[in-house]
C-alpha cells in the first residue's frame, strides 16, 4: 500500500491551501487598501494555484482509489474512511491531515466570503454615487466656453471594476 505517497500528497495541498489562504489575504488587502491595478494580477495567481490543486486532487483521488481496493473499502473513499481502515501508524498520520485541510478550508470560506462582501460593498458605493449625480446639477462648458447647467455630456465608467 502506498500510504508514504499519500501522505505526501496531502502535505502538498496543505502547503497549496496555505498558499491560497496568503494569495486570498493579499487580494482583501488589495481590495481595502484600493489598490484595484493589483487586483487582475492577484486573481490571476490565485487560479494558478487552484489549477495547481486540481491536478493534484486528480493524482490524491486516484491514489486513494488504489489504497480503498487494496483495503477493501468502496469506490472513492473519504480521507477519514481511509484513516479508519488504515493500521498504525498511519491512521493516526491520516486524521491529523484531515483536520488540518478541514481548518485550512474553512478559513478560506471565510476569507473568501469576507472578499465577496468588501467587493459588493464597493460596487454598492460606485452605484450609489453614480446614482447621486443629477444632470440638472451638473456643470459643463458650451462649445463657446460658456459654464452651464444641465447640459448633456459623455460619462465612461473603467469596467474593469
Request: negative net charge; charged residues 25%; hydrophobic residues 45%.
Amino acid at each position: 500500500m502506498d500510504f508514504q505517497h499519500l501522505s505526501t500528497l496531502l502535505w502538498r495541498e496543505q502547503e497549496l491551501l496555505d498558499l491560497l489562504l496568503f494569495k486570498a489575504e493579499e487580494k482583501q488587502y488589495l481590495i481595502v487598501s484600493g489598490k484595484n491595478r493589483w487586483l487582475p494580477r492577484i486573481a490571476h495567481e490565485i487560479e494558478v494555484v487552484l489549477d495547481q490543486l486540481r491536478t493534484l486532487e486528480v493524482e490524491r483521488a486516484a491514489v486513494a482509489e488504489t489504497i480503498a481496493s487494496q483495503l477493501g473499502l468502496p469506490a472513492n473513499p473519504s480521507l477519514r474512511t481511509l484513516a479508519e481502515a488504515a493500521g498504525a501508524p498511519w491512521d493516526d498520520l491520516l486524521l491529523k491531515h484531515h483536520e488540518t485541510l478541514l481548518v485550512l478550508v474553512s478559513e478560506l470560506r471565510g476569507l473568501s466570503d469576507a472578499n465577496r462582501e468588501l467587493i459588493a460593498s464597493g460596487l454598492a458605493a460606485i452605484d450609489e454615487a453614480l446614482l447621486s449625480v443629477r444632470p440638472d446639477q451638473v456643470r459643463t462648458y458650451s462649445a463657446t466656453g460658456r459654464a452651464q447647467a444641465g447640459a448633456s455630456r459623455s460619462v465612461s465608467l473603467d469596467g474593469a471594476l
